[in-house]
């Protein structure tokens, strides 16, 4: 059987955090891998807008060196429990847990 792009994502992804992929059995509810506190559903897409890494990136920058840039997203009229946060994936593990193995040679 081959073992499809997203399917290993979600895989080296999941023992990112120290667990495993949850099989597409019926049973997963749409949670990719979980953790005790967390469930994960993991998207891969060739492209995604531009600004969103500038801005995470700018907020990174701006951040000192013992801070983690948090990005924040909300849109107009919405509550701000509705918002968005996003960090890079290398800070959300170093801070929930941790990087076993990095096969792609980036931080």
């Given at each position: 059987?081959?073992?499809r792009?997203?399917?290993?994502?979600?895989?080296?992804?999941a023992?990112?955090?120290?667990?495993?992929?949850?099989?597409?059995?019926?049973?997963?509810?749409?949670?990719?891998?979980?953790?005790?506190?967390?469930?994960?559903?993991?998207?891969?897409?060739?492209?995604?807008?531009?600004w969103?890494f500038?801005w995470?990136?700018?907020?990174?920058?701006?951040?000192?060196?013992?801070?983690?840039?948090?990005?924040?997203?909300?849109?107009?009229?919405?509550?701000?429990?509705?918002a968005?946060?996003?960090?890079?994936?290398?800070?959300?593990?170093?801070?929930?847990?941790a990087?076993?193995?990095?096969?792609?040679g980036?931080?």
């Amino acid at each position: 059987m081959v073992d499809r792009a997203w399917k290993r994502s979600e895989r080296d992804h999941a023992r990112d955090v120290g667990t495993e992929r949850i099989p597409v059995t019926g049973e997963r509810a749409g949670a990719d891998f979980a953790t005790p506190l967390f469930a994960y559903q993991l998207k891969v897409r060739r492209r995604m807008p531009q600004w969103l890494f500038d801005w995470l990136d700018g907020i990174r920058g701006a951040a000192t060196r013992d801070q983690v840039g948090v990005l924040v997203i909300n849109r107009p009229r919405r509550p701000r429990r509705d918002a968005v946060v996003v960090v890079r994936w290398s800070d959300w593990v170093a801070l929930h847990g941790a990087i076993e193995d990095d096969d792609e040679g980036e931080a």
